[in-house]
């Protein structure tokens, strides 16, 4: 199983609807996966049709669990070949309760160790912040996809990622590197967002990958329906770059 951290601590960048996506798109094309929602706000979980509040097996549950299986927590959705463990607003808590707690930032990947051979891949959907939680994500993770937003302040807070990616594979994670930079919600009527493109393609060079998500209403309606946009709106032109997005990925490794 191939552990994918999707982070960027910069909000509205298009980490979870990467993390529901691309999981999907793996999906699609025949792979098992985890999604694992390390947001307190829960996002990832409805973007497969769960209500958080009514989850009342949760990664925050787990985190807390010394002696449970990872099993006992993940919960299948209607996407075939996706399972999920779920999060909700509990986590937010977590923070203080496993701050002293001994080798509090391999605590996930102590639990991953358990199904490694039961997906092909996991996607874990960070949480918004270079937290502790953050850190137990990096740690247990092989790669880190950076979604970044196509607008004027792109680049404003990647350095410190980066910085934060780097001091995980010296300190905790020598395996753990950044995959790419994939481009989100780019408009295509603007100037701006062809400037922001040329951008990071000068700044990042191979990294970005060649595939970018556009802004579109499909995209932006699944997850109120509670699925992805490959689900939702299978024939869309975002269904087909999130497909693309994962056969580029895979055809990379």
Known sequence: MKIIAIANQKGGCG??????????????RGRRV????????????????????????????????ETGSIRDYILTTETNRVDLLPSNI?????????????????????????????YDYA?????????????????CADEVIIPVQAHYY?????????????IVRQRFNSRLIIRGVLLTFVDKQTNLSKQVQSQ??????????????????????????GKSVISYAASSA????YIDFAEEYENEL
């Not at 986590?91 to 990947?109: K, V």
């Not at 792109?154 to 780097?166: F, M, P, R, S, Y």
């Open 90 to 118: 509990l986590l937010s808590g977590t923070e203080l309760e496993i701050s002293q707690t001994a080798g509090r930032e391999y605590l996930l990947a102590k639990k991953m160790v358990e199904i490694e051979d039961d």
């Open 200 to 225: 990071m393609r000068g700044f990042f060079g191979k990294l970005v990958f060649q595939t970018v998500i556009h802004r579109s209403v499909r995209l932006a309606e699944a997850p109120s329906a």
């Open 154 to 166: 792109a680049l404003e807070g990647l350095k410190q990622l980066i910085d934060t990616v780097n």
């Open 123 to 139: 996607v874990i959907d960070c949480s918004p912040s270079l937290s502790l939680l953050a850190i137990n994500a990096l740690t």
């Open 15 to 28: 980490k979870t609807t990467t993390a529901v996506n691309f999981a999907a798109g793996l999906a699609h």
């Open 238 to 241: 975002s269904a087909k770059e």
């Open 34 to 65: 985890l999604v694992v929602d390390l947001d307190s706000q829960g996002h990832a979980t409805i973007g497969f049709g769960f209500d958080p509040e009514e989850c009342d097996k949760t990664v925050y549950e787990l985190l807390n669990d």
